[in-house]
Nanobody, 122 residues
Framework: QVQLVESGGGLVQAGGSLRLSCVASGRAFSSDAVGWFRQAPGKEREFVAT????????NYADSVKGRFTISRDNAKDTVYLQMSSLQPEDTAVYYC???????????????WGQGTQVTVSS
């Protein structure tokens, strides 16, 4: 079992930046892919970014490409999502998830955190 805890969310003005962290406990997730997903009020959960076990491969949703960067430090069992040039449409609860496949599909991830709220004001 892997427990995931997100942190780093908050309120930021448009154009600002935040860095989200996803820390694993229970067992190391250095062999897992880790993805970030988000869900805005009244909308379905959507893929944001993913990183493979080594950090050598990443993939981003078109809506965040060039603005968000996913990275990981396996020695710290932590994955980061650096978010820049934030816009009001980025407002959502952000979730990290871990699983065996490097994938954009939520169903391929076995473990999920509780989420952290990101609110971007205009």
């Amino acid at each position: 079992q892997v427990q995931l805890v997100e942190s780093g969310g908050g309120l930021v003005q448009a154009g600002g930046s935040l860095r989200l962290s996803c820390v694993a406990s229970g067992r190391a997730f250095s062999s897992d892919a880790v993805g970030w997903f988000r869900q805005a009020p009244g909308k379905e959960r959507e893929f944001v970014a993913t990183i493979n076990w080594s950090g050598g491969n990443t993939n981003y949703a078109d809506s965040v490409k060039g603005r968000f960067t996913i990275s990981r430090d396996n020695a710290k069992d932590t994955v980061y999502l650096q978010m820049s040039s934030l816009q009001p449409e980025d407002t959502a609860v952000y979730y990290c998830a871990a699983g065996p496949l490097f994938s954009r599909l939520a169903k391929t991830y076995s473990y999920w955190g509780q989420g952290t709220q990101v609110t971007v004001s205009s």
